[in-house]
């Protein structure tokens, strides 16, 4: 069978299963009802826009489809083992749905306010607010293991400068999510999907010497990046920056040892050096780099510094210490306004940043060979000028609450087609590496039979 046929025939069976529907009883109903209910008291009414938008007999009527659609396609004018190959894509992508846990978001809402009109010159200032109900016994959900574990306070708030142009922070627990890859590849229909991830954990320990699932355990939990901007003493523009991420046993710095062989500086010039749990560049006079980048990486208990800078890296912890940052200037007070500051996670980014970048391309690249093309898309992204999100959980499901110059009238394109259109791009990333992985055991197993 040609790979264009059997595209087509699954691309038939995907768009049949819109067409299946099952008639709700009174039960679900009354869910639906609460479903809504549940969504609503999350936003926020007479705005610039809102809406909800209950997935529940979406993916119950997707679930039934599958059913249906597996029958059409037994029905087509196809070969044994066309009609395979179109069924054995069409499980994988109903693995793929279930394994992520898609299929438990029981709906979506989202709405905005204007908070401050805009003055002669100006841009309004919105307050958004998007809701994910997944209810309290839905765990399976993929969007429960990128958001943390539970709402805190924002103290790293306190030690952001107040020339920060961008900053955000997180929970994060990245071994959690390569457990649930690794369920979803062995659930999928056929074997050499499992080889996938015990093929990514090989490579990676060839190259770092460490093992992968130890290596994402140890980087989990709350991190924090800064950027900030700034100008030389001849007026140029600068942008510095430093994330502060969990490293426990030192895995961090443990990685970037074994990918660089980094070692104490002996004779001759090295690239970096290492200097008890510090690893710093080696910039020399004559290289062209400007001062004010001179990374290193510092490991100060269970976290890793990185940082453009030593300079920086002070300046933080000296605003940390004395409480006179960002927070306290009426530009963020007006745009964090109404945002409670506690939660999995925030960003922050200022209109400034984008200047800076561009600002910093026309004035380092001499022969401006890039600056025309990265200007461009920078100033595509600028219309969202700035923003300030946090992100927060609660026994049903996720909250996304935002300030920002834009509202989110924009989101009505996307409508009820949000998780179908997720699923489907996901679908298409993995399954040409799917497909990849059961030619290689096709072809070993040829060489196999061939040999005996």
Request: include cysteine; proline fraction near 4%; charged fraction near 20%.
């Amino acid at each position: 069978m040609s790979v264009t046929k059997c595209l087509l025939a699954t691309a038939m069976a995907c768009a049949a299963l819109g067409t299946f529907s099952m008639r709700a009883d009174a039960g679900e109903k009354e869910e639906s009802k609460k479903v809504f209910d549940t969504i609503a008291s999350k936003l926020e009414s007479g705005g610039t826009c809102y809406s909800v938008n209950n997935y529940k007999f979406l993916f119950k009527n997707l679930a039934h489809g599958f059913a249906q659609a597996q029958q059409m396609v037994q029905q087509m004018p196809m070969e044994g083992a066309q009609k395979g190959q179109v069924m054995l894509i069409m499980s994988g992508i109903k693995s793929l749905v279930h394994g992520l846990g898609i299929n438990e978001i029981k709906g979506i809402g989202y709405s905005s306010v204007i908070t401050k009109e805009p003055a002669k010159g100006e841009l309004p200032l919105f307050r958004n607010r998007m809701y994910y109900y997944l209810g309290q016994n839905s765990k399976n959900c993929i969007l429960w293991d990128l958001n943390g574990t539970k709402n805190r306070d924002f103290t790293s708030l306190k030690m952001l400068p107040k020339s920060t142009v961008c900053a955000a922070s997180w929970e994060f627990y990245p071994d959690k999510v390569w457990v649930k890859i690794k369920g979803i590849l062995s659930s999928f229909p056929f074997p050499p999907a499992a080889m996938l991830s015990n093929m990514a954990e090989a490579k990676f320990s060839k190259k770092t010497g460490l093992q992968l699932p130890v290596f994402l355990k140890g980087i989990g939990g709350i991190g924090t990046f800064v950027i900030t901007a700034g100008e030389t003493k001849d007026n140029k523009p600068t942008m510095c920056g430093m994330a502060k991420i969990p490293s426990k046993n030192k895995i961090i710095l443990t990685l970037f040892k074994n990918l660089y062989g980094i070692k104490k500086l002996n004779k001759g010039y090295q690239p970096f050096i290492l200097k008890g749990d510090e690893i710093k560049a080696n910039i020399t006079p004559k290289a062209k780099t400007p001062k004010w980048i001179c990374p290193l990486l510092r490991q100060e208990g269970d976290y890793i510094y990185i940082a453009s800078n030593e300079a920086v890296l002070t300046e933080i912890k000296e605003t940390e210490t004395k409480g006179n940052g960002l927070i306290t200037t009426p530009e963020f007070k007006q745009i964090a306004k109404g945002i409670q500051l506690k939660g999995t996670s925030y960003l922050y980014c200022s209109e400034l940043f984008v200047k800076t970048i561009s600002d910093i391309i026309a004035t380092y690249d001499e022969n401006n060979q890039n600056g025309h093309v990265v200007t461009k898309i920078l100033f595509g992204l600028a219309k969202y000028q700035n923003i300030f999100t946090v992100v927060s959980l609660d026994k049903d499901g996720i909250l996304v609450t935002s300030s920002s110059n834009n509202d989110l009238s924009e989101a009505n394109s996307g409508g009820t087609q949000i998780a179908v259109a997720s699923t489907a791009i996901m679908a298409g990333m993995l399954l040409p590496a799917l497909n990849s992985a059961r030619e290689k055991a096709r072809r070993i197993s040829c060489t196999s039979r061939t040999c005996s």
